[in-house]
């Protein structure tokens, strides 16, 4: 009984961590907001938290996209791995399909960019042709 509760603590300390890095995706430092990505990219790269992220998924959608929108090189670069993470998080389902639908003008805008760092429009690209992979509807 006491290892069930200490996973238990243990998700909800993880979620818990991972709620702040969202909420520090908002932050007004970039520096705040590359770690908050840094940390969510490890997280997402590490543990599959597809359940939590279907609540949220709006919500971090909203962060990922300022963070594209406001952010310069490197934070442009690290919104675009966590993007791509988040799909594949969602997977090929109908919420998926929806994140990068609302997305794919915005990557679409960052890749084609000639005045974004490099790393930032490499960065656009990968998450454009993963997720379209994985979560696109239409073929084309």
């Known amino acids: 009984g006491s290892e069930v509760v200490g996973e238990q603590g243990q998700e909800e300390e993880a979620e ?3 709620k702040e890095h969202m909420d520090n995706l908002l932050d007004k430092s970039a520096k705040t ?3 908050a990505l840094q940390s969510l990219r490890l997280a997402f ?3 599959t938290v597809s359940e939590f992220l279907l609540e949220r998924r709006l919500t971090l959608t ?3 996209e300022k963070c594209l929108k406001k952010g310069k090189g490197e934070e442009q670069a690290l919104a675009g791995t966590v993007l791509t993470l988040l799909c594949l998080q969602m997977g090929s389902g109908p919420e998926g399909e929806e994140m990068f639908r609302s997305l794919k003008p915005l990557l679409i805008s960052v890749l084609t960019d000639s005045t974004a760092s490099p790393c930032a429009r490499q960065s656009c690209a990968t998450a ?3 997720c379209c992979y994985i979560a696109a509807a ?3």
């Open 16 to 18: 818990d961590r991972l």
């Open 33 to 35: 907001r590359q770690t």
């Open 45 to 47: 790269s590490s543990k």
């Open 62 to 64: 909203d962060s990922l």
């Open 128 to 130: 454009l042709g993963m």
């Open 138 to 140: 239409d073929l084309e």
